[in-house]
């Protein structure tokens, strides 16, 4: 059973950057489809970058595309999510998602992951 743990939220100002940590475990030696999420209040949960554990693909939403940057550690089992230059828009709950990567399905489609972390805030103000 796969578990996430989410770490590196917090509030900045505009323009202002952060990096999240996502820590995995419990996986073993197979291969998983890794996603950032992001819900704001009152908003559906959105897909904003997406990895898989060996490095082939990476995506990203649009509204991210050149300030958002996601990477892997594999020795430490961890995936990074850079934010530069953030703008308020980017305030969410963000949330890191797992899912094995033979699954089919939209990368970005939050109903197609398996596992889930808790959560950790980013807050962006101007």
């Known amino acids: 059973h796969v578990q996430l743990v989410e770490s590196g939220g917090g509030s900045v100002q505009a323009g202002g950057h952060l990096r999240l940590s996502c820590a995995a475990s419990g996986g073993g030696s197979s291969s998983y489809c890794m996603a950032w999420f992001r819900q704001a209040p009152g908003e559906e949960r959105e897909g904003v970058a997406q990895i898989y554990t060996d490095g082939s693909v990476t995506n990203y939403a649009d509204s991210v595309k050149g300030r958002f940057t996601i990477s892997q550690d594999n020795n430490k089992n961890t995936v990074y999510l850079v934010m530069s230059n953030l703008k308020p828009e980017d305030t969410a709950m963000y949330y890191c998602?797992?899912?094995?990567?033979?699954?089919?399905?939209?990368?970005?489609?939050?109903?197609?992951?398996?596992?889930w972390g808790q959560g950790t805030q980013v807050t962006v103000s101007t």
């Open positions: 998602a797992a899912r094995p990567a033979r699954k089919m399905g939209w990368v970005f489609d939050p109903s197609t992951y398996n596992y």
